[in-house]
Structures are given as C-alpha cells and as structure tokens.
C-alpha cells in the first residue's frame, strides 16, 4: 500500500463517485489480506496497542509464545490480554514508556520455557485525517535457541583455557611430585637403620602420610588430564549389558561394605554399540560411585538399559540424598564437589566422555529420596537422512 493512500482517500471521499469507491475499497480489502497473511506467517510475536495499553492487533505467535487466544485480545487491555508478564514492570512504570524505545530480554516458564527478546516500537495511531493517540508496537522474539548456542561458545572457550592450564599444571606439579615420591622411598629404605623402634615407627607412619598425600595429588593431576585431554575414542563392538557387568563386579567390594543391593533390568536382546570400551567403563565406573557414596545408610542402586531405534538409554538410580537445588546447576562444573574427599571431576569426565561419543546426559533427582543419571548413546546403524520430492518418490 503507498504511503499515504488511505488519508487522500479519506479527504476524498465525498468526491468520490460509487464504481470508483468501490473498486478503492476492493483494493484495500486485497492489500489487508496480504498484510495479514505476512503477520500471521512471521515467527516474531506482535502486538498493537494504543496509548492506553488496549490490544488492537495480536498475531497467531503472541499465542504460541505467551499463550492466550489472540482472537479474543483486540479491545482489551494489555494486561488483561496477557496476565503472564508484568507489562508495567518491563515499561519500568513510566506513563511515556509508549512513546520510547524500549528493549528487554525476559524469561518466560509459560506455556514453555523460553527465553525471550521483548522490544517496543512507538508509532502514532491514525484516527481519520489527523494523528491521535500515540500506541506502540510490541515485537517478541524467541532467542531460547541462540542462548543455548552462546552458552555452548562459552563453554567450549573455557574447556580450552582449564585444557592449557591443565597441561601447564601436569608438567610444573608431575616431576616434582615424582622427584618427592623417590626420596621418600630413599627415606624408607634408610629407617631401618635407626635403632629406636618408637622412633623408627614414628617417621615411618610420616612418609607413609607423605607418600600418600603424594599418590593422591598425582591422582588428581591425571584425573583431570582425562577429563580435559581431547582425544578420540578408539571405538569398537562392545556388548553394553556385558560392560555394565564387568564394571559392576569391580565394585563388588565397595558395594557389599555399603550394604547396597544392586539391580540390574537389562532387555532380552542385549544391545552393542561402537564405544571407547575403557572411556565407556570410566563412564559408569564414575556414575555407579557417585550413587553408592550417596547412599549412606545402605539403599538399592538400579542400572537399567533400553533400547529404542535412535539410541540406547542407560539409567542409574539410586536411593542416596539427591542434590540440592543450589547445586544442581553446578553439578558438570570442574571442583564442584559436596563430598569431602572427592574431586569434582567425575560428572565432568563423564559428560566429555559422552559428547565424544556424540551422546547426551541427563539427570533427574530427588532430594531426600535419590537420583537417576541417564545416559543416551546413539545406536551405530542411524544414519542421517535427507527427505526430499522428486517425480512423486521420497528419496534418501
């Protein structure tokens, strides 16, 4: 539509003979049509509204992003239109927040979550030949997607600084941590030498402390090599179940001692998949002992596998005290540990490990009452598939 077509035809109205008026009119109904298909079409939420905050124009993505029938929008007020937002707290309670540009980025938990870029554009509001109220355009946009990716950017740019550190770490610590680990086997050897007993005992229990404390940094050192070291997994056939087992009787020990019952629901067709056999075993060996440190008082440790056609699920359960909510956002991050002895490295080797074979983790959990970490790796026969129309056939 020109800039301006409607105002002249409103001045000219009067002048206007009816075959002529007629065929204006047919050609507005068209370009309204057309302008409401575009709106409707957009994937952006937008909305109108006049200097009063009454809803003149809602379309379908209004809906689908802040939920509501748009249908029935036009003629209220903004508020009451849309109750999931506090429309005066994002203008920032100012009377002119209409006539100014306004930009926000809200979350939203209803009907989905979704993260949202909220701006306003002020437009002047034609009421016949002259200008009337000032209103406001208010545009929505899904930006959930594009969080997501800048959240994964930044992820992966701090896994590449802890790696460089990492490396820096293993060289500085590891050969003098070596160097201390012989002098105290040197040490060893010369107590016996020394004629008091109580004496003898007293520096034999120091460097066995020494040599301890030694052991366990330098198993902190390699621990986080793994976990931040790319490296390829050397995939081959591995029977999933059979892994499950093996890693489970390693643990036997540990188990027993806890008064933990394990119990295993494996399907009848037991699946194998193209894994990192010793990547895969540290995988579960990690999440089977995070679940049965846990459990304290004794408890039931559940594995479970299923398999269904885009990828094997492997849940472990426990009935140990859940996560709190404050730490479950902390949970993959390298150091976050709430248990006194631990590195806060296991769920980060974990989650490397699955993203290496091009898997997911989930969690669930229940404070109080347990946790269930799933994990889905994709089964070796999927293959990505290109849908097209061709001469009436689907290809692939």
């Not at 930006?143 to 770490?169: N, P």
């Not at 680990?181 to 020394?194: A, C, G, K, T, Y």
């Not at 993959?332 to 540990?337: C, L, N, Q």
Request: glycine residues 8%; aromatic residues 4%; hydrophobic residues 35%.
């Amino acid at each position: 539509m020109k800039s301006g077509f409607l105002e002249q035809l409103l001045r000219r109205i009067d002048r206007i003979d009816p075959d002529s008026l007629q065929t204006h009119f047919l050609r507005l109904a068209r370009e309204k049509g057309l302008l409401e298909t575009i709106l409707q079409s957009i994937r952006e939420g937008l909305v109108v509204v006049d200097g009063d905050g009454t809803v003149s124009y809602a379309n379908e993505a209004v809906g689908r992003l802040l939920g509501g029938d748009v249908e029935q929008m036009a003629g209220r007020n903004l508020q009451e239109a849309l109750p999931t937002l506090d429309w005066e707290g994002l203008m920032g309670l100012d009377p002119e927040a209409w006539t100014q540009m306004v930009n926000r980025e809200i979350e939203v938990t209803y009907p989905d979550h979704r993260f949202l870029e909220f701006y306003v554009v002020p437009l002047q509001v034609v009421q016949g030949a002259e200008e009337g109220t000032e209103g406001a355009l208010i545009f929505l946009r899904d930006v959930t997607s594009e969080r997501a990716r800048q959240e994964s950017t930044v992820e992966s740019k701090r896994l590449e600084a802890i790696t460089l550190l990492a490396a820096g770490v293993a060289h500085e610590i590891g050969n003098p941590l070596n160097s201390l680990n012989i002098h105290l086997q040197i040490m060893e050897r010369e107590l016996v030498d020394i004629q008091d007993q109580d004496l003898q005992d007293s520096l034999r229990e120091l460097v066995e402390v020494s040599s301890s404390e030694i052991k366990r940094l330098d198993q902190i050192i390699h621990s986080f090599l793994r976990a931040l070291r790319p490296s390829q997994p050397q995939r081959e056939d591995v029977e999933v179940c059979e892994l499950l087992e093996e890693t489970l009787r390693g643990m036997r020990r540990e188990i027993e001692d806890r008064g933990i019952w394990v119990e295993t629901e494996f399907p009848d067709e037991k699946p194998t998949l193209q894994l990192d056999k010793g990547q895969m075993h540290q995988a579960f060996y990690n999440i089977l002992r995070n679940g049965v440190q846990a459990m304290t008082q004794g408890g039931i440790m559940t594995v479970r596998v299923d398999v269904s056609e885009p990828a094997v699920a492997i849940a472990f359960t426990d009935t140990g005290t859940g996560i709190d909510a404050e730490d479950l956002g902390a949970v993959f991050d390298p150091y976050h540990t709430t248990k006194e002895e631990g590195t806060g490295l296991g769920l980060m080797i974990v989650q490397r490990i699955l993203q290496d074979h091009g898997g997911q983790i989930e969690l669930e959990t229940r404070p109080g009452q347990g946790t269930t970490v799933t994990l889905l790796l994709p089964r070796g026969d999927q293959r990505i598939r290109l849908l097209g129309h061709q001469d009436g056939e689907t290809v692939s």
